[in-house]
């Protein structure tokens, strides 16, 4: 059956809608966005109660007119304020406790007879959900996305009240966590016969050259009485932009019937073959979009889009990583689901702006650690070309913290694992599926039974792509564990590779989390030495890329492990960004006795953290990222780049150059580059010209005498010059430069502006070690959301407008407000600096 064009679906305002003689009807099924005019309390307004118990706060004619008004998403905890005395292993912010939200909504009368339901992207955490006062449903993680059913209690031409409370437990997270609904909302709306949530999956089980073999398996969900349903499906290639380009590539007309009984689902299973087929790789991101529909004894119910991408993946224990046939080395990074400044509440456009960062630096691969992601990240990956292993758990049924995970993995660990593959399967980006990270049963003898069921509940849902899980102790890879997944990964252990793979040569290795450098932007402490325990001083750490905890190791080490053992899929970096809590060295978490199997390294650590608990510790975030909090590049970054992007003429040098104390005083200077030798010059006299030896990674001049003046070096590759760094040094402090990523923006209320402010010298050079109060101001239509500056040991409130320069930059954090277009300006200045400016338009979206 070939629909009219009067059939045809599209989008509109966020749902799909019958175009044509149907328009005056009513949409076939509408996703509305839900996060606007909900109203907050950070307070438990009344009793704890029992699920499906009637409680004040959940009925409608409850008062809440004194109640916060705000859109989602939000995270209550990073509007702090910051504490001392809160745990700095979740940020020192108050991200725990009891909150309700209630959102007042008027149903139009012509939705009687649809069904009605609540998507919630996540909440965090321990979520109850209630419509006009009835119970309807809840989910206790904070990470899963879930759906509850409004459709029996709501009230279609009347006024509806759904109330949500959740409880975010102390002590239930490692690192900060956020507290609210801090993801997006969704209000659903479809026919009594429809696609079941996450109700298609695309595969592509045949791709060649010339043809692809295109799977779609539809869930029918019939709401109503008895029937007959048949599914229709079109695809269509997507632009770059997501939009569809041209006529269908391929079409299949539905079968016969099927009987569709009441109150059950049905499965609709479809083929079509789509010629020459455009692949979906990290270089060219190329997607299509099945657009299916449903019909009900010959009347269309039901449209859906599933986006998806044509592709091949394996894993080989020998070759790694396979794209289309053709290994991709994974140059991947881990990151923690919080934006910084912005906290934990989902912003598109930050986790874009973070992408686009690592892709400068070579990233092709995330690791979404360790938990389900956004929904947003994953399309952005679709569309931007990395690929992703998606983690389910932090812990399984024994505990890293006394409320986290475990208290619910017996109840729910199953459904939250095929919630979160469901939803994600059909995202060309997603290669994996990581069912742990660390789990503390590696060392129970029957430990493994649990990685292999879980295992098993993945490939129930999803045989097109692998498991993995992130094991940090060596006897994984001997003791079962091995076994229960189908790619190994390894954290913290280039020295195992060789091991495992003569021990288990056909099972496919992977650096699941490696490195863990710490560094502070722009810090750099002397004498400089290989002992990674050293470089710490003042609450920061050294520069110089050469410090690690115990148990992890610099880039170096990492680099050779893989260089040695080629047959390594690649590795995931801890971390691609800095991130809130877990502020190591400078934390007192017993959890990091984990890391740990030697008796005597444990005693020792113990020591070392029971040492840390007597005093105040200052640190409110990592120093693991290779770009620090507010997204400023550390040196780190380059070192990466240099590895990951061999074929870009780059070179880069540290430390800068400002050191009037050091004046004679043996100051080393490293130099990241592309280039395999390279001239270091000082005040135009040659320090040496290095050439870059086996297992070397960075070029070292550790004898430099430190004098003012021109650090250059130039680096060669293949005896021919190649690239240049200089860095020099400064006249002090005289102005500030503003630098907008973006000066266009979208009058959405959700696009920003990331503005860096830079202290620099009457010449225009950045001026290091300078920390001059900056104040932000703006004018127009919009407002500074929040400001930083990369240091971890900052505790100014991130929605103050002031913010002291660290190493010689800020940043501010602007966004368009809804629906009003226009000019803003925005200022920031600096006693004796003056000031600076830089114009944005907000433009109607």
Not at 36 to 50: I, M, N, Q, Y
Request: proline share 7%; glycine share 8%.
């Amino acid at each position: 059956m070939h629909l009219p064009k009067r059939f045809l679906p599209f989008v509109a305002a966020g749902f799909i809608a019958l175009a044509g003689a149907n328009a005056a009807e009513a949409p076939i099924r509408e996703r509305i966005a839900f996060n606007a005019d909900w109203r907050f309390t950070k307070a438990d307004a009344g009793p704890a109660p029992a699920a499906g118990a009637a409680t004040p706060a959940a009925q409608p004619g409850f008062d809440d007119a004194a109640w916060r008004k705000l859109a989602l998403p939000h995270d209550w905890g990073i509007e702090g304020p910051f504490r001392q005395e809160y745990p700095n292993d979740t940020g020192k912010l108050p991200w725990w406790g009891v909150a309700w939200y209630r959102k007042h909504f008027t149903l139009p009368a012509a939705d009687a007879g649809r069904r009605i339901y609540l998507d919630i992207d996540g909440a965090m955490s321990n979520a109850q959900v209630w419509i006009n006062g009835r119970h309807v449903g809840g989910w206790p993680y904070g990470y899963a996305s879930w759906r509850v059913d409004l459709t029996a209690h709501v009230k279609p031409g009347g006024a509806n009240v759904v109330a949500v409370r959740l409880d975010n437990p102390p002590a239930s997270s490692r690192w900060y966590p956020g507290g609210g609904m801090y993801r997006n909302v969704w209000l659903v709306k479809t026919a009594p016969v429809h696609v079941a949530q996450y109700g298609t999956f695309v595969t592509t089980p045949v791709v060649t050259q010339a043809s692809a073999t295109v799977n779609i398996d539809v869930t029918v969900d019939n709401r109503g009485a008895a029937t007959e349903v048949q599914a229709a499906t079109e695809i269509y290639a997507l632009d770059a932009a997501g939009k569809r380009s041209g006529q269908p590539v391929a079409r299949k007309e539905p079968a016969a019937p099927a009987k569709a009984p009441a109150g059950a689902q049905v499965q609709l299973s479809q083929a079509l073959a789509v010629a020459n087929p455009r692949l979906w790789s990290t270089a060219s991101p190329q997607r299509y979009v099945a657009v299916t529909t449903i019909t009900d004894k010959g009347r269309l119910v039901d449209v859906v889009e599933t986006p998806f991408g044509i592709r091949t993946i394996a894993f080989d224990a020998a070759r790694g990583f396979l794209l289309n046939g053709s290994r991709l080395t994974i140059n991947g990074v881990c990151q923690h689901h919080d934006l910084g400044a912005l906290g934990a509440a989902i912003n598109t456009r930050a986790l874009e702006r973070q992408l686009e960062i690592l892709r400068e630096m070579g990233v092709n691969a995330i690791r979404t650690s360790h938990n389900p992601p956004a929904p947003e990240l994953l399309e952005l990956t679709d569309r931007m070309g990395f690929v992703v292993v998606a983690e389910a758990f932090d812990t399984w049924g024994i505990g890293k913290t006394p409320n986290d995970y475990h208290l619910h993995f017996d109840k729910w660990h199953e459904k939250d694992l095929r919630a979160m593959i469901r939803r994600d399967r059909n995202h060309p980006s997603v290669i994996a599926w990581s069912i742990g990270n660390e789990i503390v049963e590696q060392g129970h003898p029957e430990g493994w039974k649990v990685a292999a069921r879980l295992s098993e509940i993945a490939r129930g849902e999803d045989r097109t792509r692998p498991t993995t899980a992130a094991y940090n102790h060596v006897g994984s890879g001997y003791n079962g564990f091995q076994g229960a997944v189908d790619v190994f990964g390894y954290n913290y252990k280039p020295h195992e590779y060789r091991n495992f793979h003569e021990h288990a040569p056909h099972i496919p290795l992977l650096g699941s989390e490696t490195a863990s450098t710490v560094s502070s932007r722009g810090e750099y402490f002397f004498p400089v030495g290989d002992d990674q325990s050293k470089g710490l001083a003042n609450f920061q750490v050294s520069s110089y890329d050469l410090s690690a905890p115990p148990w992890a190791s610099p880039p170096d080490k990492e680099f050779r492990g893989q260089d040695d053992n080629p047959f390594v899929a690649g590795e995931f970096v801890w971390t691609g960004f800095d991130y809130l809590g877990e502020p190591t060295p400078y934390n007192n978490d017993a959890t990091n006795l984990l890391n740990f199997t030697d008796p005597a390294q444990r005693q020792r650590m113990a020591k070392e953290l029971e040492s840390l608990k007597k005093i105040s510790v200052p640190s409110r975030s990592s120093y693991f990222g290779i770009v620090d909090l507010a997204g400023f590049r550390k040196d780190r970054f380059y070192l990466y780049q240099a590895r990951w992007r061999p074929e870009l003429p780059m070179a880069h040098l540290l430390p800068h150059w400002n050191w009037p104390e050091r004046a004679g005083q043996v100051t080393p200077v490293h130099l990241y580059t592309s280039g395999d030798e390279a001239e270091l010059f000082l005040n135009g006299k040659s320090l040496g010209r290095k050439q870059r030896g086996p297992h070397e990674y960075r070029l070292r001049w550790d004898d430099v005498v430190y004098q003012p003046g021109t650090l250059r070096a130039v680096s060669y590759r293949n005896g021919k010059p190649w690239a240049e760094d200089t860095v020099r040094t400064t006249g002090a402090a005289a102005k500030l430069l503003l630098s907008a990523d973006r000066q266009a923006l979208r009058a959405d209320g959700d696009d920003l502006s990331f503005v860096t402010v830079t202290i620099a010298d009457r010449d225009g050079l950045p001026v290091p070690r300078t920390a001059n109060r900056v104040t932000f101001s703006l004018t127009g239509p919009g407002e500074i959301v929040a400001t930083d500056n990369g240091d971890p040991t900052s505790f100014e409130s991130f929605q103050s407008p002031r913010r002291n320069a660290f190493n010689g930059l800020a940043l501010a954090i602007v966004r368009p407000r809804p629906g009003q277009a226009g000019k803003m300006v925005l200022t920031a200045t600096a006693e004796g600096l003056g000031s600076a400016q830089v114009a944005l338009e907000s433009k109607a979206p």
